[in-house]
């Protein structure tokens, strides 16, 4: 049995002021312009079962003896005249119908042709991102390796700046020994001076300058050493600035792709999202409830 919706309803009791109204039989256009509703399966059911029930009550007229012979006829032909006016309306609702099912379905193959076209579009987007997110990460893991490079390279500077250091402690160390033995030798020549004739004070003051300027070219041989020694340790320690720099300049560089990663992760998932929401079935409201209840 039929479900009787607020639709039919209206719809059924509109034929009644339609035929009262206008002085002729309802339509499924004239329904539909009284009761804002594009629904042309329920106006078409209830415009038939107000036919079967305007015929009937007629029938029922019909049998009463007491009506004129001239009655009788006028409602028999006002009878002829609501069928065949009904089958004519009833006609053009079905090609009218057959008309808008034929443009329904040239829609729905346009909309479907396009939705497949979309689907495609953004498989090709998705691969192209997905391809793009391969190098990015390839390009990251090739920085990792850079950067452990350069910490690899970066410790063996420091390894090599300490020993130097640690070599330099132990030439100062050195030279503080031969500066202390330097000053017990000097004492003990004092000595022997004082004990000895003036010949031989003369020959060890001679013999004295002679060492005190072997020991001088000693010292500044030391000394020079000492300042090579020193420079090699600033250039060290400009070299390490320098690795530092070049650590700094690719830890920002990471940031920046990180940056950029998360940019190319928002981008894709809203375009997915609109992605999604395109390919859900367009509603076009009214045309796409007559399909369904035609189905």
């Given at each position: 049995m039929?479900?009787?919706?607020?639709?039919?309803?209206?719809?059924?009791?509109?034929?009644d002021d339609v035929l009262i109204e206008e002085g002729r039989f309802p339509t499924v256009e004239a329904i539909r312009n009284r009761i804002d509703t594009n629904s042309p399966a329920i106006i078409k059911r209830a415009i038939?079962?107000?036919?079967?029930?305007?015929?009937?009550?007629?029938?029922?007229?019909?049998?009463?003896?007491?009506?004129?012979?001239?009655l009788l006829e006028a409602v028999d032909n006002i009878w002829?005249?609501?069928?065949?006016?009904?089958?004519k309306v009833f006609d053009v609702d079905v090609k009218e119908f057959q008309l808008r099912e034929e443009t329904l379905e040239g829609h729905l193959q346009l909309h479907k042709e396009t939705n497949e076209k979309l689907t495609q579009e953004w498989q090709d987007k998705e691969a192209a991102y997905v391809q793009q997110l391969?190098?990015?990460?390839?390009?990251?893991?090739?920085?990792?390796?850079?950067?452990?490079?350069?910490?690899?390279?970066?410790?063996?500077?420091?390894?090599?700046?300490?020993?130097?250091?640690?070599?330099?402690?132990?030439?100062?160390a050195t030279l503080q020994e031969l500066r202390r033995a330097q000053e017990v030798q000097a004492t003990e020549w004092k000595v022997r001076f004082e004990q000895e004739h003036t010949w031989h004070l003369k020959r060890i003051e001679e013999e004295k300058e002679a060492l005190r300027l072997a020991n001088k070219t000693q010292i500044e041989r030391l000394s020079n050493?000492?300042?090579?020694?020193?420079?090699?340790?600033?250039?060290?320690?400009?070299?390490?600035?320098?690795?530092?720099?070049k650590l700094d300049n690719l830890l920002e560089t990471l940031s920046k792709k990180d940056i950029e990663i998360a940019a190319l992760r928002t981008t894709l998932e809203v375009q997915e999202r609109v992605i999604k929401q395109k390919s859900l079935p367009t509603r076009a409201g009214k045309p796409i409830n007559r399909i369904k209840k035609r189905n």
């Amino acid at each position: 049995m039929p479900v009787i919706s607020d639709s039919y309803n209206r719809a059924y009791d509109a034929c009644d002021d339609v035929l009262i109204e206008e002085g002729r039989f309802p339509t499924v256009e004239a329904i539909r312009n009284r009761i804002d509703t594009n629904s042309p399966a329920i106006i078409k059911r209830a415009i038939n079962d107000w036919l079967l029930n305007f015929a009937k009550k007629h029938k029922e007229r019909l049998r009463r003896p007491d009506l004129p012979d001239a009655l009788l006829e006028a409602v028999d032909n006002i009878w002829k005249t609501a069928t065949d006016q009904s089958k004519k309306v009833f006609d053009v609702d079905v090609k009218e119908f057959q008309l808008r099912e034929e443009t329904l379905e040239g829609h729905l193959q346009l909309h479907k042709e396009t939705n497949e076209k979309l689907t495609q579009e953004w498989q090709d987007k998705e691969a192209a991102y997905v391809q793009q997110l391969e190098l990015s990460n390839d390009r990251i893991k090739s920085l990792e390796q850079q950067l452990e490079t350069k910490d690899t390279v970066l410790l063996v500077h420091g390894k090599q700046l300490i020993d130097t250091q640690q070599t330099l402690t132990i030439t100062e160390a050195t030279l503080q020994e031969l500066r202390r033995a330097q000053e017990v030798q000097a004492t003990e020549w004092k000595v022997r001076f004082e004990q000895e004739h003036t010949w031989h004070l003369k020959r060890i003051e001679e013999e004295k300058e002679a060492l005190r300027l072997a020991n001088k070219t000693q010292i500044e041989r030391l000394s020079n050493k000492l300042q090579a020694e020193s420079l090699e340790r600033e250039i060290q320690s400009t070299k390490i600035n320098q690795v530092m720099g070049k650590l700094d300049n690719l830890l920002e560089t990471l940031s920046k792709k990180d940056i950029e990663i998360a940019a190319l992760r928002t981008t894709l998932e809203v375009q997915e999202r609109v992605i999604k929401q395109k390919s859900l079935p367009t509603r076009a409201g009214k045309p796409i409830n007559r399909i369904k209840k035609r189905n």
